[in-house]
């Protein structure tokens, strides 16, 4: 009897060849098993595991990073729960990122956010992102935004 082991996408797999052969039908199922098994429980831990990273990265102290990390979570495809998680460390994040600044929080709906600064001409300019395809420094119109909250007033 001998015994394998298979490393695959962080799941290892010990593998036990009995002196009888297997057929090439049950050696290809096992391996599309294993590729492919935890492709759902990825999609949906995916944004779990990004949100431990963020808040490790804020304990070291890298903000302008963790903000960049959590910009990059699928909160559309995660769990209302951890659209929930991810917002509450997002808004911890840029409430120290930017301080007292006249900052505000335009949100689209659980898990999806914009921290916006002003900036000339009563512009706004899009400090951090939380599940939208905006990209910190783009420059938007406060007028035509609904649902814009001052950072510190509970958004």
């Known amino acids: 009897m001998t015994t394998a082991t298979m490393t695959t996408h962080g799941r290892t797999m010990d593998t036990v060849a009995v002196r009888g052969r297997r057929s090439l039908e049950e050696l290809v199922e096992g391996v599309f098993e294993a590729l492919f098994a935890d492709e759902t429980e990825t999609a949906e831990t995916g944004a779990a595991r ?74 706004l300019e899009v400090a951090a992102v939380l599940g939208m395809r905006w990209r910190p420094g783009k420059v938007v119109s406060g007028r035509s935004l609904r649902g814009l909250r001052p950072l510190a007033g509970g958004a």
């Open 50 to 123: 990004s949100i431990h990273e963020a808040r490790r990265l804020r304990q070291a102290g890298d903000i302008e990073g963790d903000l960049a990390l959590l910009a990059e979570v699928d909160t559309a495809s995660a769990e209302t729960n951890q659209a929930r998680w991810a917002f509450t460390e997002w808004k911890q994040l840029v409430k120290r990122r930017f301080g007292d600044r006249e900052a505000l929080v335009y949100s689209q709906g659980t898990g999806r956010a914009a921290a916006l600064v002003p900036h000339r001409d009563g512009m």
